[in-house]
C-alpha cells in the first residue's frame, strides 16, 4: 500500500527515508468510490492526496452554457488538491470527481505544512511540486491555444494511453474543448 508512495517520494532524492516515514505516519488512508467527489466546487479543501490507485477528472462549470468543462485529469503515482482552494482558503472553483474507484494517502493541510514548518527537505519538495504544477499548467494552456485537438489527443495517448479507454467520452471531448462527434472521427483516423 505504501510502496508506490515511498519510491514516488524517493525518486525526487529530496527526502530522506525518515522524511517519508513521517509523511506516511501523518497520513491516513482513504477511498472513493467511482462518481465520489474529493472536492466539490464551492468547498474549502483542507488536505493533499496521493492517488495510489484510480483516475478523477476536475471540472467547472461554464458562465455561459452552465455545462461541465473537463479541465484536467488526474492519474495515479501523483498529488491531488483542489491547489487554490488550498493555498487561499477561499471555497474551491472546480470540482473533483472519481471517474473509478479511488485509493489514496491524505495529509491535511496542518500536517503538511508542520513537515514544511520542520524539515527543509520538505520545503524543498513542496516548492518543487509547486514548480512542476505550474509548468504542466502552462503546457495545458499551451495545448489548448495553439494546438489541434488532434495533436491534443496524441498528447494524451502518447503520456496516458492506459487510461484513456476508462475515461467517458464525453469528459475527453469537454477536456480537449470538441464534441464527441469530432472526438469519434479523431480516434477513427488514428
Known sequence: MQHNVKEYLKSFNLLSENDIDEFIKLSTSRVLKKGQHFITQG????????????????????????????????????????????????????????????????????????????????????????EQEYLALEKRIHLLQSESAETKYNYLLKNHSGYLQHIPLKYLASYLGITQRHLSRIRRSI
Open 43 to 130: 468547498e474549502i479543501c483542507y488536505e493533499v492526496c496521493f492517488i495510489k490507485s484510480g483516475l478523477l477528472r476536475s471540472y467547472y462549470y461554464s458562465t455561459e452554457k452552465r455545462e461541465a468543462i473537463t479541465s484536467c485529469f488526474y492519474f495515479s503515482n501523483t498529488f491531488l488538491t483542489a491547489y487554490s482552494s488550498l493555498i487561499s482558503g477561499l471555497p474551491s472553483p472546480e470540482s473533483i470527481e472519481a471517474l473509478s474507484d479511488i485509493e489514496m494517502l491524505s495529509i491535511s493541510k496542518t500536517n503538511f505544512s508542520a513537515l514544511e514548518k520542520n524539515n527543509i527537505s520538505w520545503l524543498k519538495f513542496s516548492k518543487f511540486i509547486s
